[in-house]
């Protein structure tokens, strides 16, 4: 069987922690270092962490890519040199221009920025360039200009308003797939409205079928009571092919399998007896073949 702490995590990241200071807790609180994370969170944004321990860490790879949602508030007025509240702010709008933004330019706006778009990430963002982080490149004072990249934004929608004197704020939920910047929609919706705009707080809620409202904070944090078994969390994340010994046997063994016939080219989740999360496997013609394996000692 899997041991106690092996597993997937889902942990309700508090604001000003950095994800790798998560880890870094859940490390001591599990008793092992075999520690990674699906998925970044800023330091200013709170939410949902899907955290790998120990063997379950194989999965991890698979659960990167999974759409998102959040919850986040643009302030529209000025933009900042990191696109959210903690970089500089750059030179604001009039206040009577912020004024004059309606709700129907609003929505308008942000219908624009849905469905499958270019985006611009954020100077600031953890995108590589020449193999060096792009927000350490900004750091170190260097000129960053990060290519576009197409992602999908599947909803972008206007939950309140609240304005002030040359601000006008906006709550809003985004639901997107992964390599989306909440960050970069606000930067853009600004500059579409042309008052400027930046993000003041984040917070995500769903990635994937792991749901925020599922997470525990860290204080207190029970790593055995909290731990979602590995079959669970690939039945989450993928299509799922149920095998017998034999054949777990024979996978574990590096050996391929008869595919089932309605098994898809992409990656499944194989579990055997004992729900049992034997590996991920892909299609090779009639067969699966193996693509991450987990050890046959531990697997419930």
Not at 148 to 169: P, Q
Request: aromatic share 4%; proline share 4%; hydrophobic share 45%.
């Amino acid at each position: 069987m899997y041991g106690v702490n092996s597993g997937i995590l889902l942990v309700d990241k508090p604001q000003g922690m950095t994800s790798h200071d998560v880890v870094a807790r859940i490390r001591r609180l599990a008793g092992t270092r075999k520690v990674g994370h699906a998925g970044t969170l800023d330091p200013m944004a709170t939410g949902l962490l899907v955290i790998g321990v120990d063997s379950a860490t194989r999965l991890l790879h698979h659960l990167v890519g999974l759409d998102k949602e959040y919850l986040a508030t643009v302030r529209l007025g000025w933009g900042t040199t990191t696109d959210d509240a903690e970089g500089e702010a750059l030179a604001a709008a009039p206040a009577d221009a912020v004024a004059a933004v309606t709700g129907e330019a609003i929505t308008a706006r942000m219908a624009e920025q849905t469905g499958v778009i270019e985006q611009v990430p954020s100077a600031v963002s953890a995108v590589k360039v020449d193999g060096k982080r792009a927000y350490q490149r900004v750091r170190d004072g260097e000129q960053v200009e990060l290519k576009a990249r197409t992602v999908t934004v599947t909803a972008f929608e206007l939950l309140d308003t609240r304005a002030g004197d040359g601000w006008l704020d906006l709550d809003v939920r985004v639901a997107c797939s992964s390599g989306t910047y909440v960050r970069a929609l606000a930067r853009d919706l600004g500059a579409a409205l042309g008052v400027g705009g930046h993000l003041t707080a984040l917070r995500r809620t769903r990635i994937g079928r792991f749901d925020v409202a599922e997470a525990g904070g860290l204080e207190g944090f029970d790593v055995a009571a909290r731990r979602v078994a590995p079959a669970e969390a690939a039945r989450r994340a993928l299509p799922v092919v149920v095998i017998d010994d034999d054949a777990a046997r024979d996978l574990r063994h590096g050996k391929r399998i008869d595919a089932p016939a309605d098994a898809g080219d992409g990656p499944l989740a194989a579990i055997g007896p004992g729900d049992v999360l034997v590996a991920i496997v892909e299609r090779r013609g009639p067969q699966l073949k193996v693509v991450t394996g987990f050890p046959a000692e531990e697997g419930a």
